[in-house]
C-alpha cells in the first residue's frame, strides 16, 4: 500500500556537524513533501516543503532535495545547534478518494545535537 | 499557530466511555483533518473534512466518528473508547487540496483510555 519509509529512527551528531535524513515513497504520482519537527510536548510545525517540479529548494541551514526517478527525498541540516534536536518528520502528498489530497507520513526521525 | 485551537489538552477516561474531542478555528479556512500519533507510526489520518457537513474517512478511522455543523468546529468522537486508542491526537487545517496542501497543525489533546 501507500507509505513513506524513514531513516534513520534516531541520529545523533555533535555540534556544527551536519545531519541528514532521508524518505522513500511508494506512490509516483507524489507531488508535494513536506518536513515537519516536533519539539517534545509540541505540535509539529512545518519547517520546509518541495514540489514535484523543484529539484532542491534551501531556507538558511536546511536543505530538501528530491529525487523522483528514485522516489526519495532527504532533509538536510547544516552548522547543527542543539535546538535542532527534535523529532523531524517526513511526508508525501497522495490522491485520495474524491480528488482530494492527503499526506502519509514516516515514522520519525528523533535528532539529538549534543554541545 | 494558525489560529487552531483543540479541546480538552489532557483527558484520562475509562474503557467504554464515549469521548469527544474538539478542535477550533479562527481563519475559516475549508479543510480540516483528524489524525493520531503514536510512538513508531508518525501520524495517521482519521477523518477529513472539505466542507460543513462533508466529511470523510482516512487510513484509521474504525471506532471514530467526526462531525461538522460549522466551517469553524470539527469533532472527533470516540463512542465507546478503547485502550487502544490510548494516543495524542492532532486536528489541522489547509487552504487547499491541491499541490499546495500545506497542513498546519493545532496544539494536540492526549487521550488516555484505562
Known amino acids: 500500500g501507500e507509505n513513506v519509509e524513514q531513516h534513520p529512527s534516531t541520529l545523533s551528531v555533535q555540534e556544527g556537524d551536519s545531519a541528514v535524513i532521508k524518505c522513500t515513497y511508494s506512490?509516483?504520482?507524489?507531488?508535494?513533501f513536506p518536513w515537519y519537527k516536533q519539539e517534545l510536548g509540541k505540535r509539529p510545525q512545518l519547517i520546509i516543503d518541495?514540489?514535484?517540479?523543484?529539484g532542491e529548494k534551501k531556507d538558511q541551514r536546511i536543505a530538501v532535495t528530491l529525487n523522483k526517478t528514485a522516489k526519495h527525498f532527504s532533509l538536510h541540516i547544516t552548522e547543527t545547534q542543539p535546538e535542532d534536536s527534535a523529532v523531524y518528520f517526513c511526508?508525501?502528498?497522495?490522491?485520495?478518494?474524491?480528488?482530494?489530497?492527503?499526506?502519509?507520513f514516516g515514522a520519525g526521525t528523533r535528532l539529538a545535537v549534543h554541545p | 499557530d494558525a489560529g487552531i485551537t483543540q479541546s480538552p489538552r489532557h483527558k484520562v477516561t475509562e474503557t467504554g466511555t464515549p469521548v469527544t474531542l474538539r478542535c477550533h478555528q479562527t481563519e475559516n479556512h475549508r479543510y480540516m483533518y483528524w489524525y493520531r500519533q503514536d510512538p513508531g507510526h508518525g501520524l495517521r489520518l482519521i477523518h477529513y473534512?472539505?466542507?460543513?457537513?462533508?466529511?470523510d474517512k482516512g487510513e484509521v478511522s474504525d471506532g471514530y466518528s467526526v462531525s461538522r455543523s460549522k466551517t469553524e468546529d470539527f469533532l472527533l468522537t470516540l463512542e465507546s473508547a478503547t485502550s487502544s486508542q490510548t494516543s495524542v491526537y492532532f486536528c489541522?487545517?489547509?487552504?487547499?487540496?491541491?499541490?499546495?496542501?500545506?497542513?498546519?497543525f493545532g496544539p494536540g489533546t492526549r487521550l488516555t483510555v484505562l
Open positions: 489541522a487545517i489547509s487552504e487547499s487540496r491541491g499541490v499546495t496542501d500545506t497542513q498546519y
Open positions: 473534512s472539505y466542507g460543513v457537513k462533508d466529511t
Open positions: 511526508a508525501a502528498s497522495m490522491e485520495f478518494s474524491g480528488g482530494y489530497n492527503k499526506l502519509i
Open positions: 518541495i514540489r514535484s517540479n523543484v
Open positions: 506512490d509516483s504520482a507524489s507531488n508535494y
